[in-house]
């Protein structure tokens, strides 16, 4: 069964927020921002877009690590 534990998201230049399992979250169109899984917990994602979607590069683990004080 896969779990949909919490997850850190970082709109860039903003400071790291957790979403909780259940919670509703809105990726404003053009804001650049990363999201993913708690380093001990999967992460279940369903996403609903318009238009194109723009992979920018990959989060760098200093960025992800120094996030963990929000998995708490």
Excluded: C, N
């Excluded at 994602?45 to 194109?52: A, K, L, P, S």
């Amino acid at each position: 069964m896969l779990d949909t534990g919490p997850g850190p998201t970082q709109e860039r230049g903003d400071q790291v927020r957790m979403v909780r399992p259940g919670e509703p979250w809105v990726a404003r169109t053009g804001v650049e921002h990363w999201h993913g899984a708690s380093p001990s917990e999967d992460r279940l994602q369903m996403t609903i877009h318009e238009g194109d979607v723009t992979w920018l590069e990959p989060v760098q683990d200093t960025e992800y690590l120094a996030s963990r004080k929000s998995f708490r």
